[in-house]
């Protein structure tokens, strides 16, 4: 079974519009498909009607950006539901794109101090309400002929702990777990790989297994068989939905040039059981 369940459209950090992406996706075969942008599910509606004709499930969903000792976990939210609990999140989302508004004029400002002049206020609004992020500035600094590709700009400014990164306040796992159980979705982690080695990340599972954290994105565009393999263990060994997505940017990520990523029978089925167990 082929699926999307991790990937980016221009309401984050992709570089297409979010009926463009299900429409790529579709075309790959996708059968189940879900829209994480980070922080915002403003996409959805252009994917489920994109979708709508050919019988793909579509899921309301996103990318929720946590921190956690430190380090930034990203929690994937599928199957959100309409009522008091999304209308909780969204309050939350909104307050987060206030904070990235904020955080993107910061940047300009230690560009600024670096002898780079981006004008923020432009910046933003190109960004047409959508959350806004490094990835806009690194195109700004890419047009600007600072630099050659936006990694190169995440590379040499904006990476963590990067000369003109400004760092973001954001969620902890059990609140933002919180948050998306109360608005009716499933929970699973985010390509566990940068989150530390084998131990780290099953230390990060364990903590935050009964909070609500029940899926581990064992598949994933960058993993190989082993890699996958590796994280299925541990999906078995804890008792864990396995869930697989690309990560699709787009331009933004040459390395994954389509979105889907297939499934084994076993694993599509118990995916498919977890999403929906009424379905």
Aim: hydrophobic letters at 40%; one cysteine or more.
């Amino acid at each position: 079974m082929r699926v999307e369940l991790h990937c980016h459209s221009t309401h984050s950090d992709g570089s297409f519009a979010a009926a463009e992406v299900a429409r790529r996706a579709a075309q790959t075969g996708v059968t189940l498909f879900c829209l994480t942008d980070h922080d915002t599910c403003a996409g959805y509606a252009a994917t489920a009607g994109e979708l709508a004709a050919d019988g793909t499930r579509v899921l309301r969903g996103l990318e929720l950006s946590c921190r956690e000792n430190g380090r930034t976990v990203h929690v994937l939210l599928y199957g959100l539901r309409e009522g008091a609990g999304l209308d909780a999140l969204q309050e939350r989302l909104d307050r987060i794109h206030a904070e990235r508004s904020d955080r993107l004029r910061r940047i300009c400002v230690r560009l600024a101090k670096l002898g780079i002049e981006i004008d923020a206020d432009s910046l933003l609004s190109q960004t047409h309400g959508r959350t806004p992020g490094r990835p806009d500035v690194a195109r700004a600094l890419v047009r600007k002929g600072v630099v050659a590709t936006p990694q190169e700009a995440f590379t040499r400014y904006l990476r963590d702990g990067g000369p003109a990164d400004v760092p973001l306040e954001r969620l902890s796992v059990a609140d933002g777990l919180a948050l998306g159980l109360a608005a009716g979705a499933r929970a699973s982690m985010a390509h566990p790989h940068v989150y530390g080695d084998f131990d780290q990340v099953k230390a990060l599972i364990v903590q935050h297994r009964e909070l609500g954290l029940e899926g581990l994105e064992a598949y994933y565009g960058a993993y190989g068989r082993a890699e996958s393999e590796s994280w299925l263990r541990l999906c078995r060994s804890h008792d864990l939905v396995a869930t697989g997505g690309s990560d699709f940017h787009g331009e933004m990520s040459p390395a994954v040039t389509q979105p889907g990523i297939e499934l084994p029978a076993p694993v599509a089925e118990r995916l498919l059981a977890w999403i929906d167990p009424a379905a």
